[in-house]
């Protein structure tokens, strides 16, 4: 495990306190946040990331801290997305607006009723001809 001249350890997880008791500010992000990243919401616990919104990797404060996936990491260190950003996301209550999300549902909807129809329609003249083929067969000695 690497160490720092001042001779705190570090891991993967995170930082041991001088009590050598691990500092697991994944676990404290994760049970604050839930694992979801807070910018896009994509949720695979194993590939998400915490970040440290102040860059101090020892202050983990839940304030401090903020679940997000690689890309969205990525883009917050090179500023891309900023800080106010996603302290934003992360507190503001997700509210779906399903007028929102449904507005091309009807559409949507009839476009696969219409494909289920002509799917239909092919199978019972796949059928048909299937059948006509094999009265002539039957038809030649
Ligand atoms: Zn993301």
């Given at each position: 495990?690497?160490?720092t001249p001042g001779g705190r350890t570090y891991s993967f997880f995170g930082a041991k306190?001088?009590?050598g008791k691990r500092i697991n500010y994944r676990k404290i992000a994760f049970d604050t946040y839930g694992p979801v990243c807070?910018?896009?919401g994509f949720g695979i616990p194993a590939v998400l990331e915490?970040?440290?919104i102040d860059g101090n990797r020892e202050n983990n404060d839940p304030n401090n801290l903020v679940v997000l996936c690689p890309n969205c990491h990525k883009?917050?260190?090179l500023?891309?997305?900023s800080t106010n950003t996603i302290i934003q996301m992360r507190d503001r209550p997700k509210i779906v607006d399903w007028s929102k999300r449904m507005k091309d549902a009807g559409v949507k909807a009839a476009l696969k009723r219409k494909r289920r129809a002509a799917a239909r329609k092919a199978v019972v003249t796949r059928r048909r001809k299937q059948q006509s083929l094999n009265q002539e067969e039957?038809?030649?000695p």
């Open positions: 495990m690497p160490s306190d001088q009590m807070a910018h896009c915490v970040a440290h883009m917050h260190d500023d891309l997305i039957g038809d030649t």
